[in-house]
């Protein structure tokens, strides 16, 4: 047989077979397992914690008023909390955050907190601000932004805060701060002489800066355009935050996490410096013990105060550490209580801690998702 037929007999057959087998049904593919939901993780908090919150809650209610407590183990990252994501005024807690923007800003390259600042008629705000008596004395005042941002933290100077502002780029640079860095439950809102005049019913005109002449301002406004200007403050402060928002943001910055290591330091140096309210938080630290602290104190109308607040990190002799926050967003209680309740907040703490020692991990229940 010639050789060309010899290959069409060979290879017929396999054709055949070829053709059979894609004839053949399809088996059905075996079905995908269906994906399970990863279930939530539910933290059981021991019964010393129960019992920590509980005596928060107690502290809170002792003063009549609007009242958030947060409390965050800075190595742990637990927060044991009271009106813990409602929204209060923060006043001059709000410095804090002016301070991290410009300190972000010497991280990045962008400022010297030696580079030379004059401060005139025109940089000066309202309410506390010591360094307008040197301006008045000289006409101008010279200094550099490291000298600004330790009178705006210990001092709460709101001109020195108000010319950082303005140099670290206003508002919106704080606000894109605290966005970069994911700080949740925090904003910003205004310079003090916008915010201040807003809660007053007013705009703000630069005479205001000069003697009484805010206050004569203030008075000549209507008290039902006083109210509502109030009221809506209280109801949306647009410097507001949350209590565990402040605390997590604290935690963070004390584990070194917003800022470098340098500017880190510097400013929980700066705030273990701070000169107001020594009788809110600091008032309660035991002996050993240390903190860095941030007031905050708002306007009055018609007995009732807008914003007494107090945020620090309270350190033990061993070096454990708690961001505390105490926002009281309006009260008619007497400086005195709510200074109290403040100190009893940092005892509370404090004895949490030496009661407990060092928390250990919580135990972890898995829950279905959903």
């Known amino acids: 047989m010639a050789a060309p037929y010899r290959f069409l007999f060979i290879l017929l057959p396999v054709l055949a077979l070829a053709v059979i087998v894609v004839s053949l049904p399809r088996k059905a593919s075996a079905p995908e397992p269906e994906v399970q ?14 019992a920590f919150e509980q005596e928060l809650e107690e502290i809170a209610a ?21 009106r813990g994501d409602d929204w209060f005024p923060q006043q001059s807690v709000s410095k804090l955050w002016v301070a991290l923007t410009a300190l972000d800003e010497v991280d990045q390259g962008r400022l010297e907190l030696d580079e030379g600042v004059a401060i005139g008629p025109k940089d000066l705000t309202l309410f506390h601000q010591p360094i307008r008596d040197l301006v008045r004395a000289r006409g101008s005042f010279r200094t550099d932004y490291a000298d600004l941002m330790q009178r705006a933290l210990t001092g709460s100077d709101n001109t020195a805060n108000d010319r950082i502002l303005r140099r670290v780029g206003g508002v919106e640079a704080v606000e894109d ?17 916008t915010k201040q005049s807003a809660i007053a019913g007013l705009r703000w005109d630069q005479a205001f800066s000069q003697g009484n002449a805010f206050f004569d301002a203030r008075d000549r406004v209507p008290d039902a355009a ?7 403050y209280l109801a949306d402060p647009l410097d507001g935050a949350t209590p565990v928002g402040i605390t997590k943001a604290l935690a963070r910055l004390a584990r070194g996490e917003l800022l470098s290591p340098a500017s880190t330091a510097l400013i929980l ?7 107001s309210g020594p009788q809110r938080l600091k008032g309660g630290v035991p002996p050993g013990w240390s ?14 105060q807008s914003g007494y607040n107090d945020i620090g990190i309270l350190t033990s002799p061993d070096g454990h550490r708690y961001a505390l926050a105490v926002l009281i967003g309006r009260t008619r209680e007497p400086t005195l209580e709510r200074m109290r309740m403040m100190q009893a907040v940092t005892v509370a703490t404090a004895r949490f801690d030496l009661e407990n020692g060092s928390p250990e991990p919580p135990e972890v229940v898995p829950q279905p998702a959903g």
């Open 62 to 82: 002792s003063l009549e008023g609007t009242v958030g407590i947060a409390v965050t183990d800075v190595e742990t990252g637990r927060s044991y909390a009271i």
């Open 291 to 304: 903190i860095g602290h941030k007031t905050g104190t708002g306007q009055f109308f018609d007995g009732e």
């Open 177 to 193: 701060f605290l966005a970069a860095k994911n700080i949740k439950g925090v904003r910003f809102g205004a310079d003090e002489r």
């Open 226 to 232: 006083r109210r509502a200007a109030f009221e809506g």
């Open 269 to 275: 140096a700066t705030l273990q410096q701070t000169r």
């Open 37 to 50: 939901p990863t279930p939530d993780l539910v933290y059981i908090p021991t019964e010393a914690e129960r």
